[in-house]
């Protein structure tokens, strides 16, 4: 059972809160018991997610872009104003390029995966380390977005791929140093949940021999699922990283 707070519930941070994996985990915890701060580029999908939720009192939007250091820090700010502390942060905003040949990448567009999956990513995990130690009780859990490419890539993939096998160090070295103020890191690597970035996948996607074929996908909502589940344990116990994928999805064999 979740410790509560003075607001009633536990407070989580789900960044990318306006749509797919954000929203359907904003969900999910909320059907916990939490409240939650959804944050995201987007004000009005944000908004979206309030409107159709079952518990809109128990949400509040911040339109935060993750990449900016001081959007992030605002976000915290207004969190802890509103609530007073700040429990878990679900790491999960993310963007991806274009699948086209490395050699034809732009550095641009090798730049905006960067600056959004990586260092918003880092931008977030400081945030929430910076107010987790020095809240009473001292201590929270942060949940990063891995994704399947976190270990293994597509082809045309590499700034996402980049990005996700750096966050899974990233999570590693958060888990290490967050010991001694009581913060639990773990990872959750998702594969083929439903969602704009990656419906792709249904319609067809370039397979590491070349060929162009669909892919089996899962809904969101169990993506959502399974970081409800890796937030309700104890700040003593840890899942460090937890791959939830479409169960014929091509990853474990090869191909």
Known sequence: MNEQTDTGSKIAIVTGGGSGIGRATAYALLDDGWTV????????????TI??????????????????????????????EAYG???????????NAPG??????????WKSVIDVNLTGSFNCLQAAFRVMKDQDP????????????AHAPRPDSIPYTATKHAVTGMTK???LDGRKYNIAVGQIDVGNAASSMANRMAKG???????????????????????????????????LTMTIMATKMPFVGRG
Do not use: C, Y
């Not at 701060?37 to 979206?48: D, H, Q, S």
């Not at 939720?53 to 207004?78: G, I, Q």
């Not at 001292?138 to 490419?149: C, T, W």
């Open 138 to 149: 001292m201590g929270g859990r942060i949940i990063n977005n891995g994704s399947i490419s």
């Open 173 to 175: 070295t958060a888990a």
């Open 37 to 48: 701060v959804i944050a995201g580029r987007r004000e009005e999908a944000l908004l979206g």
């Open 205 to 239: 996607v370039k397979q590491a021999d070349g060929e162009i074929r669909a892919e089996a996908m899962m809904d969101p909502s169990e993506v959502g699922r399974g970081v409800a589940h890796m937030a309700s344990l104890p700040l003593s116990t840890n899942i």
């Open 85 to 95: 502390r700040v429990d878990l942060l679900f790491n999960n905003a993310g963007t």
């Open 100 to 109: 086209i040949a490395l050699e034809d990448l732009e550095f641009v567009q």
């Open 51 to 80: 409107t159709e939720s079952a518990a809109p009192d128990r949400l509040m939007a911040v339109p935060t872009n993750v990449a900016d250091p001081d959007s992030v820090a605002n976000l915290f700010k207004k969190t802890v």
